[in-house]
């Protein structure tokens, strides 16, 4: 019984939450309703927290701090108002929740980041066609004989003598 229900949650969820994990940095686009308006919304801040990723409803916790104050969004993933998940940049955490960033000063809560390619996850359209990954052979002459030169030409290391 517990096998069927897993997978009728896998099937459900799809890839979307395989991508994330907890010390990315994402943009969340939330469509919001007010007097018969409807307009898209972002908050942009660090992921703290991944709920329910087994189940067919998982969670993430978003905290920014705006004017000196930090400010958390509990956001479902797979709900109707969430338009776009917007990967910006990945912290190298070694936790899976981040609860402790609640309590450090801004100053402290800096994280090192590492330059990973840009993913995002939109509403799929019908018309929409697959965008062309850019690869060696698309490379003009000009950009391979640069990435030939940075392979060649690593930067030395200097040292300051006082």
């Given amino acids: 019984m517990d096998k069927k229900i897993i997978e009728f949650n896998k099937n459900l ?3 979307k939450l395989k991508q994330f994990q907890a010390g ?3 943009e969340v686009h939330l469509k919001i309703k007010e007097k018969g308006k409807e307009r898209v919304q972002i908050f942009e801040g660090l992921i703290i ?3 329910g990723k087994q189940s067919s409803s998982p969670t993430i916790t978003v905290r920014k701090i705006s004017h000196g104050v930090g400010v ?3 956001v479902p993933i ?3 108002n969430v338009k776009k998940l917007k990967f ?3 912290a190298k955490v070694r936790r899976s929740k981040l609860y402790y960033v609640r309590g450090l000063t801004a100053k402290k809560s800096r994280m090192q980041y590492k330059d990973i390619a840009d993913f995002t996850f939109e509403e799929p359209k019908k018309d929409e066609k697959e965008k062309t990954v850019l690869s060696e052979e698309n490379l003009t002459q000009e950009e391979k004989t640069i990435k030939k030169e940075k392979k060649e030409n690593p930067k030395k290391e200097t040292t300051n003598k006082k």
């Fill in 13 to 15: 969820r799809g890839d």
């Fill in 24 to 26: 990315d940095i994402v």
């Fill in 49 to 51: 927290a991944i709920k």
């Fill in 72 to 74: 958390e969004m509990v």
């Fill in 78 to 80: 797979l709900s109707e």
């Fill in 88 to 90: 910006i940049k990945r």
